[in-house]
């Protein structure tokens, strides 16, 4: 069996996390149309929460607020077990005495308290480890021993890819386009890597003086486009930097720390180039909206944030318990119990890259396809909310959210205002608009100068 690091990842793959209580399984939902054994590879963008990276039994970490919760009742009963006697009562007046010593003694037997493990990690985070060179679905490849980190602290590991065994002899493994490729049982991408160059080399002829001399030209000037990407991209950089320090608020700041810093969330922007040209088109959108909202979104995700997901999908799980309780016998009523709601319930947050409310998203949809779905019921709600967990359909409702607003104002209003529009109304409103609008300005720049050099 190969190295771990340099194995392929496949759907039910182990891993494990640092502030969890017990192993779990990496998941994939929708193929990507790549099979191991016909098992689904994974790719470094099957991250998302609850959807590929799946809850660890319970969570030992302090940065969880349900951690600190459970902490905080432990400590209220060790202190309530323990009534002060009058002796005490007098030592703690002058020293701190028995009081102290059994507040430090249940704060020292905090870290053995569990709370319940939400593994929360930031819209558009990769996992770190992924095969270069090769690409599934236009995605790298996920390889053993990848790393992620949640935003309570905890680093979640692949530690097995999930491959079968097999008896030694080589398999085939297939995409969905009917081509097959062979593998042996645990294939690493060290091997397959060098597999697919050696076919390549063996397809390829050699050049003659005239395709030398072409192709020597060729990379000339691929190189000078490089090179020319690679300064506007720095120029963007820079533009990007100055308009985000005029604009955060320490509160942001801070909020915001740890999550994405510029450059991450601007590379999770251009990492989607596709999908934002894509909706551009769809819906005649400029482009450089799209990429404005986006990175604003991004870079201004915050720990928050998450929580708020959080409560939605428990308020989610607790109305679908509500609801097999409700169809079940007498019997299993008896057996299930009453459904204990959350103690916090919420219908709706904004979510995923574009931090869309599914209420939004309804709205946009109604008006775009002559839908009539309701913003108030809560199994379109959760319909919606959950499809924007999906990065390429987020990003398509972020160019249908910001064409349905431009319907709601004048005929020939600009982007600023149409961005305005997208975050709502009022000073904050407004304040978004004007950071949003010289975003616009240095993606335009940067968009025409990689269109100058012909593309990337």
């Known amino acids: 069996m190969a190295d771990l690091n340099d194995t392929y990842v496949v759907h039910t793959a182990a891993t494990a996390c640092s502030m969890g209580m017990r192993q779990s399984c990496a998941v994939l939902g929708n193929s990507h149309g790549v099979y191991l054994r016909q098992q689904p590879q994974m790719t470094v963008n099957d991250s998302l929460p609850m959807v590929n990276v799946m809850c660890f039994g319970g969570c030992y970490s302090m940065e969880n607020p349900s951690t600190q919760a459970a902490a905080a009742a432990m400590q209220a009963a060790v202190l309530a077990a323990c009534p002060d006697t009058f002796l005490d009562k007098v030592m703690n007046f002058f020293t701190g005495g028995k009081k102290k010593a059994k507040t430090q003694a249940a704060q020292e037997g905090v870290p053995r308290v569990v709370g319940v493990c939400t593994p929360t990690i930031p819209p558009g985070t990769k996992w770190d480890n992924g095969k270069d060179g090769v690409e599934t679905k236009g995605n790298s490849p996920l390889l053993g021993g990848a790393k992620i980190r949640c935003l309570f602290g905890g680093e979640i590991q692949i530690v097995d890819s999930g491959q079968v065994e097999g008896a030694g002899s080589a398999e085939s493994y297939e995409n969905e386009d009917g081509g097959e490729a062979e593998g042996a049982a645990g294939a690493s991408a060290a091997e397959s890597g060098a597999a697919g160059a050696a076919g390549t080399a ?130 299993e009523k008896m057996v299930r119990g009453v459904p204990v709601p959350p103690i916090v319930y919420r219908k709706d947050s904004s979510t995923g890259l574009g931090q869309i409310f599914a209420s939004t998203a309804i709205d946009a949809t109604n008006w775009y396809e002559k839908t009539n779905y309701d913003r108030n019921d809560k199994k379109d709600l959760e319909k919606f909310w959950n499809e924007l967990q999906d990065e390429d359909y987020n990003i398509d409702m972020v160019g249908r959210v910001l064409a349905y607003k431009r319907s709601t104002l004048p005929e020939g209003a600009d982007a600023k205002r149409i961005m305005k529009a997208y975050n709502g109304s009022g000073e904050l409103a407004e304040k978004y608009s004007n950071v949003t609008w010289q975003y616009y300005k240095a993606f335009e720049e940067y968009n025409s100068a990689l269109e100058k050099l012909g593309g990337q």
């Open 202 to 331: 063996a397809g390829s002829g050699t050049p003659g003086a005239v395709g030398i001399c072409t192709g020597a030209a060729a990379v000339a000037a691929s190189v000078a486009r490089e090179a020319g990407a690679a300064v506007a991209k720095e120029q963007l950089k820079a533009s990007l930097d100055t308009a985000v320090d005029g604009y955060i608020t320490p509160g942001q700041r801070i909020a915001t720390l740890p999550c994405m810093g510029n450059d991450e969330a601007l590379e999770v922007v251009l990492s989607h180039d596709a999908a934002i040209e894509a909706a551009s088109e769809k819906y005649n959108v400029d482009k450089e909206m799209i990429q404005s909202v986006l990175f604003q979104e991004l870079r201004f995700y915050n720990v928050g944030d998450p929580v708020a997901d959080s409560i939605v999908r428990q308020s989610q799980f607790y109305e679908h318990q509500l609801e097999a309780y409700e169809k079940a016998g007498f019997l």
